[in-house]
């Protein structure tokens, strides 16, 4: 079982990992997390109705660590969705106010369970047995254990609650940077304005510049891929103040080179490789 487990949030860490949390697809993105690991809890459920722990070390092991865990990401993916689904539509004083108060809900949370936030953070294993193995503890008084952890044969009550501080913990963080971005994205307006002004250009071969475009289309990094490469190409052209011309008579001649179809992209690489091994030196 343990194995198992760890191989499901091995899974689920790598997909958050590349899990974009600041796009404009944060709230479809957050529905499919939280599907994915209802799915993922539900099927453990159904596992651990029929399964008999080894020992109670192993029963404390997957309610004190490995459920909330899983439990907790979806506790958190859940509260993203809710936030950014009742985002404001206002000014940066509107939005700072709402993120600010999601954040002092956190601080009531963590308040209110402190005994048992100091008691699981500290890593003492003093009430583990009352805490973590099922039928210790009444699970009637925890009424906060949301419709995820209703079932007394899939929860002891207080996993849910190491849940729900791993939840807020990472709760916290993506709150913080949220207020960090209404800064950036002011810094990022502005400097947009001051380069639209005084352009910067693009000195380097045309075919060089639509090498770089036609792979960054190619790999998906603008606007998810979501973009024709006519549009892109016009961006760039634009915004590098130059003329890309025939940009697809070019893409078939790279295609046809028969030395190195990506000649400047692999100088790209040399340079960059170099300037590394150079401050690497210093």
Same mark, same amino acid.
Do not use: W
């Given at each position: 079982?343990?194995?198992?487990?760890?191989?499901?949030?091995?899974?689920?860490?790598?997909?958050?990992?590349?899990?974009?949390?600041?796009?404009?697809?944060?709230?479809?993105?957050?529905?499919?997390?939280?599907?994915?690991?209802?799915?993922?809890?539900?099927?453990?459920?159904?596992?651990?109705?029929?399964?008999?722990?080894?020992?109670?070390?192993?029963?404390?092991?997957?309610?004190?660590?490995?459920?909330?865990?899983?439990?907790?990401?979806?506790?958190?993916?859940?509260?993203?969705?809710?936030?950014?689904?009742?985002?404001?539509?206002?000014?940066?004083?509107?939005?700072?106010?709402?993120?600010?108060?999601?954040?002092?809900?956190?601080?009531?949370?963590?308040?209110?369970?402190?005994?048992?936030?100091?008691?699981?953070?500290?890593?003492?294993?003093?009430?583990?047995?009352?805490?973590?193995?099922?039928?210790?503890?009444?699970?009637?008084?925890?009424?906060?254990?949301?419709?995820?952890?209703?079932?007394?044969?899939?929860?002891?009550?207080?996993?849910?609650?190491?849940?729900?501080?791993?939840?807020?913990?990472?709760?916290?963080?993506?709150?913080?940077?949220?207020?960090?971005?209404?800064?950036?994205? *002011?810094?990022?307006?502005?400097? #947009?304005?001051?380069? $639209? /002004? @005084?352009? !910067?250009?693009?000195?380097? =071969? +045309?075919?060089?510049?639509?090498?770089?475009?036609?792979?960054?289309?190619?790999?998906?990094?603008?606007?998810?891929?979501?973009?024709?490469?006519?549009?892109?190409?016009?961006?760039?052209?634009?915004?590098?103040?130059?003329?890309?011309?025939?940009?697809?008579?070019?893409?078939?001649?790279? *295609?046809?080179?028969?030395?190195? #179809?990506?000649?400047? $992209? /692999? @100088?790209? !690489?040399?340079?960059?490789? =170099? +300037?590394?091994?150079?401050?690497?030196?210093?």
């Amino acid at each position: 079982m343990r194995e198992y487990i760890d191989n499901i949030l091995q899974e689920i860490e790598s997909e958050i990992d590349n899990f974009d949390f600041y796009d404009c697809d944060i709230i479809e993105n957050s529905l499919a997390m939280i599907t994915r690991l209802e799915n993922i809890l539900t099927e453990l459920r159904v596992q651990i109705a029929d399964y008999t722990f080894a020992s109670k070390e192993e029963e404390i092991l997957f309610f004190k660590t490995q459920k909330p865990e899983l439990l907790g990401r979806l506790l958190f993916f859940d509260k993203v969705y809710q936030i950014e689904s009742k985002f404001p539509n206002g000014s940066d004083d509107v939005v700072t106010a709402y993120l600010n108060e999601k954040l002092d809900n956190l601080t009531y949370f963590f308040n209110r369970n402190l005994d048992f936030y100091q008691y699981y953070r500290s890593k003492s294993t003093l009430y583990d047995e009352h805490y973590f193995i099922r039928g210790r503890a009444d699970v009637r008084l925890h009424s906060d254990s949301s419709r995820y952890d209703r079932d007394p044969n899939f929860s002891t009550g207080f996993d849910y609650k190491v849940a729900k501080i791993l939840a807020n913990e990472m709760l916290r963080i993506f709150l913080n940077k949220r207020l960090q971005n209404i800064g950036k994205e *002011k810094y990022l307006e502005a400097s #947009r304005v001051k380069y $639209l /002004k @005084r352009p !910067i250009n693009f000195t380097g =071969k +045309k075919v060089a510049l639509i090498e770089i475009g036609y792979s960054l289309a190619a790999a998906g990094d603008i606007n998810h891929g979501n973009i024709e490469i006519k549009e892109l190409m016009d961006y760039l052209g634009a915004v590098f103040n130059v003329d890309l011309g025939d940009y697809y008579a070019a893409y078939i001649a790279m *295609k046809g080179r028969k030395k190195d #179809r990506t000649a400047h $992209l /692999k @100088r790209l !690489i040399e340079a960059l490789t =170099k +300037k590394m091994d150079e401050d690497d030196s210093i």
